[in-house]
């Protein structure tokens, strides 16, 4: 609900109620007279108020559709043709080379874009810093098992790719990962009614050959879903594991 300020009284009770008016600004608000910017992910929390969830577009500089060709190319056949029946997509591929980790997973950001596994369960990488990553989505009927609650795999998969993410971020241009375990606990049912949720996944230790994540998966006022841990196998991008 966007309210025009000459109707803020109105709505805010500051003056008497006019059920006309009230009912006219339900209504979907003008898009030309919107502006869209990037904020930090955190802002999607009530507990996070500081002036940094401003400056989220800093960090999405260097990604601007601009001067993205500089480090992605976008040619027509990055993404397959829906009508096609698969979405094709390697960053490995697609960026160009010299950029570690945390550099190809802001480039990510910074795209728009998503890997067809997160099109199809509606979730996004939202952040993502040394050792960090944030994914975000609302689980919807579509993730619904027969028990009429959201299917866990919903929650295992944002902390898989949160907890992956994380991994990702401190990675080399020359290194890769490959996930060897995931351990998952579910603390609490998610329902179509729970509304924007974040797993939240960083690093416990990141060593030579192997890495460890730990990630929550929380709403918006911080109440725990599901908690997870991965541990991954870390290697040369050359020498991939059989």
Same mark, same amino acid.
């Given at each position: 609900m966007i309210v025009a300020p000459e109707n803020y009284g109105n709505w805010l009770g500051e003056e008497e109620a006019n059920p006309v008016r009230l009912l006219q600004m339900l209504? /979907?608000? /003008?898009?030309?007279a919107m502006t869209a910017f990037p904020v930090d992910a955190r802002v999607g929390n009530v507990k996070n108020d500081d002036a940094a969830l401003l400056d989220f577009e800093q960090k999405l500089n260097r990604f601007r559709p601009s001067d993205r060709a500089a480090f992605w190319p976008m040619t027509p056949d990055c993404i397959a043709p829906r009508s096609s029946g698969s979405i094709r997509m390697n960053i490995f591929e697609e960026l160009k080379p010299g950029l570690c980790g945390l550099e190809q997973l802001l480039a990510l950001i910074g795209s728009g874009r998503r890997p067809p596994m997160a099109e199809t369960l509606e979730f996004d990488l939202v952040e993502a810093r040394d050792g960090n990553a %944030?994914?975000?989505?609302i689980p919807s009927q579509r993730a619904y098992n027969f028990l009429d609650i959201v299917h866990g795999g919903y929650a295992a998969t944002l902390l898989d790719s949160a907890c992956g993410c994380a991994i990702h971020s401190k990675l080399s241009a %020359? *290194?890769?990962?490959a996930t060897l375990e995931l351990k998952i606990a579910f603390h609490r049912a998610l329902t179509r009614d729970t509304g924007l949720v974040?797993?939240?996944? *960083?690093i416990v230790s990141f060593g030579r050959r192997v890495a460890y994540a730990e990630g929550r998966? %929380?709403?918006g006022i911080g109440r725990l879903y599901a908690s997870a841990s991965v541990t991954a196998l870390v290697f040369d991008r050359d020498a991939k594991p059989v």
């Open positions: 209504k /979907p608000f /003008p898009a030309d %944030v994914f975000a989505g %020359v *290194q890769a990962f974040r797993a939240e996944a *960083q998966l %929380v709403d």
